[in-house]
């Protein structure tokens, strides 16, 4: 894609950013308490900005996120288990499995959101928490 000098002229339906730039959507992240969210550019803004981040990534993601790039949350590896993100340690990461058949899942991932964000309540309704999200 050539730049264009008005956005009436890109041949794609686009839209501005709320705003109108990328500082606009750091504010709106650091005014939120956690970020869940697929691999995208809000991944890595939020981490970038140390706020706490749930990042759901899809069966054979990113090399960002790739084994050699993460640690386990816990201290203690298992499978299905949260991992954080050597890149942005507030990131932690939770993993599709491999697809069975022809159609990956999400059920894992979800669950494991839900119940991460209830933590996050949790810790919020406390004052805060003793461990990391």
Known sequence: MQPCSRLED????????PAGDLLATARLIAGLDVVVSV??????LAGLLGKP????NRYAG???WAAASTLPAGG?????ALERSVWYPSVRIVRQPAPEGDVPSWHHPLAM???WLEQA???KE????SHEL
């Open 53 to 56: 981040t749930l990042l759901l």
């Open 62 to 64: 990113d090399w960002r």
């Open 10 to 17: 890109v041949p794609l339906p686009l839209s501005p950013l």
């Open 113 to 115: 959101a839900v119940h």
């Open 121 to 123: 309540v949790l810790c």
């Open 126 to 129: 406390q004052g805060g928490c």
């Open 76 to 80: 203690t590896a298992s499978p299905g």
């Open 39 to 44: 691999d995208t550019m809000i991944v890595h």
